[in-house]
């Protein structure tokens, strides 16, 4: 039996509703489905397939890590280990950091969350919108009520803020507050940008208190957004910083990094992981860190990312497109994102709705001139078929 969207329904769990396609095989920016169609995929795996599928150095980087030393326990470490923490110090640019490897976004917010224990202190300030996983503690600092109800009560005393608000941050941070926890570009809630000086103020009150400023760039970070972190447009700088996604370009890996003090904080004992900082999954964050700085591909993101949102703007359809680098959001004039995704699948291009009425794009960064002329191309048919 080969339809595997039945076979899918019988032996997965239905979290995530019917898949949209079997796909089996990818290319650069483009995938095959099992019917030997080929779509442009212009959503990167939600911003982690920074070079695109199967490109050759990521290949040959994790199947020679693989044949040489494929998985070691934490109680060693391993030479792409070591290069990887000492690269994301580097680029992080922040001065003494310290790394903690894990194997996904949330498990990154998870360790950092556990550091912000450390301080004797308990309370985090969060802003609403944002998303920062799916385990218990990562949801516990996740606004959305659908996410959180089934699941209530959740871990922490977790303090909401409307995003972009500096006043309510300053009324809401106090002598108890932890950590401030935010995104500089927030992904999941369609790309909405934090207002021109709003992590600079975040600074300067988490400052005023003690807190620790925590930011949260499992998305935005590695390149995605023309800048190696998303923050760093803004001068600030962070304590602890996230990061997942775009690191591994598809291998599984994230990283929580504690800043100076913050990265002492953590002690023997204090959080672990088995798989975390795994040789094979540091050899692809290398391997996609070291293609990113070879081949420009920051520059290349920041300057496609202009043109892209340019020309997405200048349809009637689109009322606002936001973004840096190659994460892209818009609104439509109508709540019609689902039947947008949905017609564009069937023109041949993978785009995202992360809410009714938003678009998200974030395709890979190696994305060709060629590719997104093409989806421009294509994009004022897929508005006529979806009706708006
Ligand atoms: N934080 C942000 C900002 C994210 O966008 C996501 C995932 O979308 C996460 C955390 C969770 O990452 P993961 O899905 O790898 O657990």
């Not at 580097?90 to 903690?100: I, N």
């Not at 303090?159 to 106090?174: C, E, I, K, R």
Request: aromatic share 6%; hydrophobic share 45%; net charge negative.
């Amino acid at each position: 039996m080969t339809d595997f969207k039945d076979r899918y329904a019988t032996s997965l769990m239905n979290t995530f509703g019917p898949p949209k396609l079997t796909l089996v095989r990818g290319e650069g920016a483009h995938v095959w489905d099992d019917q030997g169609k080929a779509y442009l995929d212009l959503l990167g795996g939600i911003a982690v397939n920074a070079l695109g599928h199967a490109h050759p150095a990521l290949v040959d980087a994790v199947t020679t890590q693989m044949r040489t030393l494929g998985h070691i326990s934490n109680f060693f470490t391993s030479p792409t280990q070591v290069e990887l923490a000492e690269r994301l110090v580097e680029v992080l640019d922040a001065g003494p950091a310290k790394v903690f490897f894990t194997n996904s976004g949330t498990e990154a917010n998870e360790a950092a969350f556990k550091l912000t224990r450390r301080t004797g202190r308990t309370q985090v300030v969060v802003a609403e919108g944002g998303f920062h996983g799916r385990t218990m503690g990562a949801l516990a600092l996740t606004s959305k009520q659908a996410y959180r109800t089934p699941f209530e009560p959740l871990p922490g005393e977790v303090t909401f803020v409307p995003f972009g608000d500096v006043q309510a941050l300053a009324a809401a941070v106090s002598e108890e507050t932890a950590a401030v926890l935010l995104e500089p570009i927030q992904g999941e809630a369609g790309v909405v940008m934090a207002p021109e000086g709003y992590l600079a103020a975040a600074r300067q009150i988490a400052d005023q208190h003690g807190a620790l400023l925590w930011l949260d760039e499992v998305q935005t970070g590695v390149g995605r957004t023309g800048a190696w972190f998303a923050h760093h447009e803004s001068g600030v700088r962070p304590d602890i910083v996230t990061v997942a996604k775009g690191l591994g370009g598809g291998f599984p890996i994230g990283a929580c990094i504690g800043v100076g003090a913050a990265g002492e904080l953590l002690e023997p004992g204090n959080h672990g992981t088995t798989f975390g900082g795994n040789p094979v999954a540091c050899a692809a964050g290398l391997a996609v860190m070291n293609l990113i700085e070879a081949e420009g591909l920051r520059q290349r993101a920041t300057e496609l990312g202009q043109r892209l949102r340019a020309a997405l703007a200048a349809e009637p359809r689109v009322v606002e497109v936001r973004g840096a680098g190659l994460l892209i959001g818009l609104d439509l004039a109508d709540d019609k994102s689902a039947e947008v995704t949905a017609a564009a699948l069937a023109a041949g291009f993978i785009i995202n709705n992360p809410t009714p009425r938003r678009i998200r794009l974030a395709p890979p960064l190696i994305l060709t001139d060629a590719d997104a002329d093409s989806f421009l191309a294509a994009w004022p048919g897929i508005l006529d078929e979806a009706g708006l």
